[in-house]
T-cell receptor, first 115, second 111 residues
């Protein structure tokens, strides 16, 4: 059971370049999400999805796009990288249940540097 | 006021010590609470859920005080391997049940 698989682990981009961070889960989770983690700021939600074909914005969506064509995959696209997007990115997934005490399962993270 | 607040630490304790962390949350309608552990340069991992009645998992005890809107984590008999950052996480009772993360409390256990 692979859990949440995130690639790449590391990436360096120049300002203005675009790229896609991949995320896949094999736990049949309905909910998938992307977070960024910056020093002193905690994890902040970028985008999330509650099922295939459904996505919505989180707290810090600007500069990022997502799509959810399948239950398993939830890629995050940086349209035109900026130095402010230098961060550690985590993909996370969980079940959606009534009452929802379902915890998040995280991928290993992607360390992105934009120069 | 931050939605979830934690003392960033670091808490420096010797092996075998008991240490407690608190976390406060601002949204009284929050419905689920968790403690996650994050090792340096790794992903967060669930340590334990927090229930109103309090719950224990080995050396770890979590408590929830809804009236005062705080959550605590007690670690007994600290081990070197407990050194990590502990994240307080609150699930809000909003449309998509947003999870809000605290910035974490760093624990350093020394020999």
């Amino acid at each position: 059971n692979a859990g949440v698989t995130q690639t790449p682990k590391f990436q360096v981009l120049k300002t203005g370049q675009s790229m896609t961070l991949q995320c896949a889960q094999d736990m049949n989770h309905e909910y998938m999400s992307w977070y960024r983690q910056d020093p002193g700021m905690g994890l902040r939600l970028i985008h999330y999805s509650v099922g295939a074909g459904i996505t919505d914005q989180g707290e810090v969506p600007n500069g990022y796009n997502v799509s959810r064509s399948t239950t398993e995959d939830f890629p995050l696209r940086l349209l035109s990288a900026a130095p402010s997007q230098t961060s550690v990115y985590f993909c996370a997934s969980s079940f959606l249940r009534q009452g929802n005490n379902s915890p998040l399962h995280f991928g290993n993270g992607t360390r992105l540097t934009v120069t | 006021r931050k939605e979830v607040e934690q003392d960033p630490g670091p808490f420096n304790v010797p092996e075998g010590a008991t240490v407690a962390f608190n976390c406060t949350y601002s949204n009284s309608a929050s419905q689920s609470f968790f403690w996650y552990r994050q090792d340096c340069r790794k992903e967060p991992k669930l340590l334990m859920s927090v229930y109103s009645s309090g719950n224990e998992d080995g050396r770890f005890t979590a408590q929830l005080n809804r009236a005062s809107q705080y959550i605590s984590l007690l670690i007994r008999d600290s081990k070197l391997s407990d050194s990590a950052t502990y994240l307080c996480v609150v699930r809000e009772n909003t449309g998509f049940q947003k999870l809000v993360f605290g910035t974490g409390t760093r624990l350093l256990v020394s020999p």
